[in-house]
């Protein structure tokens, strides 16, 4: 069994996920997306889908961003 390296549960049925730089264990794709999935720059929620992008930040939206001042960025064509 391997230990999950958000939570520490030790998990028969664990995983593995590799990034640049190294290699994590999660028993839960729950556990996997608090460790690996970035933060909107604006109100703080983990972006599991698509988000946007701007200046180097994350957004979770087109109104987060827009808050932040990116009025170019859309949610809907």
Request: some cysteine.
């Amino acid at each position: 069994m391997a230990a999950c390296d958000v939570c520490g549960n030790d998990y028969a049925m664990a995983f593995e996920v590799h990034v640049a730089g190294g290699a994590y264990t999660f028993d839960s794709l729950e556990c996997a997306a608090h460790k690996l999935a970035p933060l909107c720059d604006h109100c703080g929620c983990r972006i599991l889908g698509h988000g946007h992008q701007a200046d180097g930040k994350f957004y979770c939206c087109a109104h987060c961003a827009r808050a932040k001042g990116h009025t170019a960025l859309t949610d809907h064509a």
